[in-house]
């Protein structure tokens, strides 16, 4: 249970903030930031930075309306994370997703705070305000903002915090879509959000470049195991390089595996300048989050990644592989 007065406090107490969010966000990170931004420009804050370690998505720009998501540069603001009164980490709950803002933001000796949704949660702060319960950190948004009566629930929140729900439910699709979520959403459309427009923004504006990088990771998708309830496709360095495409591009493709008739756990191995990374995803109680675990990564129980730095993929591969079939079979 989260103690949203606590909350509430380190808020109304404190004066300058910093808001950060992991390596790659996606809209709930990114929603999670400007709504935590716009209440505390209602409580009348005038120190309010939002620095990340990568910077943001082209689909996720038109969330930051006034521009104040800045990337981080260590030069120009690791005394402003050090002097921050409060330290904001928003839709994580393991530091090693800071990358290389992890130093600076563990050194500072001011209160340290996360806000998150996620499971298996790393003690590296004073408060952490977490329940993997949520489907979103903007649903944790929207609980505190009701419960505190903090601030008025106006359309410059509701606006982010209807992207954070939105995608983190895969368009309200996903097993925790309650019926208090659609009455959530139902307020936030109150408030003037528009859902038409927020999903054509995020989803319907790609790149083309993207597309095309999509269709090189369909070329390579291949089933795996004994019934075949595998799915997996591959995506390499050459391939951002080929298209000048971007490691962000391939947000959504995982669950392009899922779509399959059997597939019940889908894998995109994804190869990065210095190691690889793997979204895994699953359907019903296949809980791919200990699976990730299995190699150091994390997330829920349908959806979790992995982040090896010192590995090559290939010889990765057949090892994940073979231990989600394990996974497969045993539910």
């Known amino acids: 249970m989260i ?8 808020l109304v107490e404190n004066n300058s903030f910093l808001l950060t969010t992991h390596v790659n966000p996606d809209a709930d990170a990114i929603g999670s930031e400007i709504a935590v931004y716009e209440i505390l420009k209602s409580l009348g804050k005038q120190e309010i930075y939002i620095i990340n370690t990568s910077s943001t998505p082209y689909n996720l720009l038109f969330l930051d309306k006034e521009k104040i998501i800045q990337l981080y540069d260590s030069s120009e603001h690791s005394e402003i994370i050090k002097s921050s009164d409060v330290l904001i980490g928003l839709d994580f ?29 790393e003690d590296f702060v004073h408060h952490s305000f977490v329940d993997s319960e949520y489907c979103a950190t903007g649903h944790i948004l929207y609980d505190f903002i009701k419960k505190t009566s903090l601030t008025e629930l106006t359309h410059s929140i509701a606006y982010p915090l209807y992207a954070a729900i939105m995608t983190d439910t895969g ?10 979520i659609h009455y959530i959403i139902a307020e936030l459309i109150s408030k003037g959000v528009n859902p038409t427009e927020v999903y054509d923004k995020i989803y319907d ?5 993207k597309i095309k990088l999509l269709g090189r990771a369909i070329e390579t998708m291949r089933l795996y195991g004994a019934k075949l309830q595998i799915s997996y496709m591959i995506i390499k360095q050459e391939d951002f390089q080929a298209l000048k495409a971007y490691e962000q591009d391939t947000d ?8 399959i008739e059997g597939v019940k756990i ?20 296949i809980p791919v989050n200990k699976l990730a675990a299995e190699f150091g990564g994390g997330g829920h129980i349908n959806a979790a990644g992995i982040r090896i730095h010192n590995g090559k993929m290939e010889d990765y591969i057949p090892i994940i592989l073979k231990k989600s079939e394990e996974y497969s079979e045993r539910n």
């Open 3 to 10: 103690d949203f007065n606590k909350l509430r406090n380190i």
């Open 93 to 121: 709950n393991r530091s090693d997703r800071l990358t290389r803002m992890r130093e600076v933001f563990l050194s500072s000796q001011k209160v340290k705070v996360t806000i998150d949704h996620h499971q298996d949660i």
């Open 171 to 180: 368009s309200f699709r996903f097993e925790r879509t309650t019926p208090e």
């Open 266 to 285: 889908g894998l995109l191995f994804i190869e990065l300048k210095e190691g690889f990374k793997v979204s895994l995803r699953s359907k019903g109680n």
């Open 205 to 209: 504006q790609s790149r083309f470049s």
């Open 252 to 259: 959504t493709f995982v669950n392009i595996n899922l779509s």
